[in-house]
């Protein structure tokens, strides 16, 4: 007994439909199936006795009745206009404010961003170039109140400068 599954990959398999995976396997239940043979063979006879049958042949006017009931059918039908209520155009209105505001508030933060200059890298050796220039003195110091008890003028005499 075959079910309507295995009917319809038979007229599938005739039909030349199946993936090589599926026409595989009913070709190996057809070797196994007498009943299913028999069934493959029934159909193939019918498919043949199509070829007999007369073919039926469209008037001339066929194409252009089709096309016009397909052109009516999609024209728009023509209906009056609702009324809209005082509500719904202040909604309206009120969503588009909200949409201009918004995409002002976006254009200003983009812009903010974007006009700002970049900061430049070596803006920190230039501060801090005359430190950098004695970094080697600085090297052999201890701590910084050694170097704040060299600040004394006193020391060293008024004319000494470094």
Request: charged letters at 30%.
């Amino acid at each position: 007994m075959l079910s309507d599954e295995d009917r319809a990959n038979l007229t599938a398999y005739l039909d030349g439909e199946l993936d090589e995976e599926t026409a595989q396997a009913l070709e190996a239940k057809l070797s196994r199936d007498p009943a299913a043979r028999a069934e493959v063979e029934a159909l193939r006879q019918a498919w043949a006795m199509l070829d007999y049958l007369p073919r039926a042949t469209p008037s001339a006017t066929f194409t252009h009745r089709t096309l016009e009931k397909l052109s009516l059918a999609h024209r728009p039908v023509e209906t009056g206009k609702m009324p809209r209520s005082a509500t719904a155009t202040w909604r309206v209105r009120l969503a588009w404010a909200a949409c201009l505001l918004a995409a002002g508030a976006g254009g200003w933060l983009a812009g903010d961003l974007v006009g700002r200059p970049t900061p430049d890298p070596d803006e920190a050796l230039i501060r801090y170039l005359p430190l950098i220039e004695k970094w080697r003195a600085y090297e052999l110091v201890d701590n910084i109140d050694f170097l704040k008890a060299l600040d004394h003028r006193d020391w060293f005499g008024q004319d000494a400068s470094y």
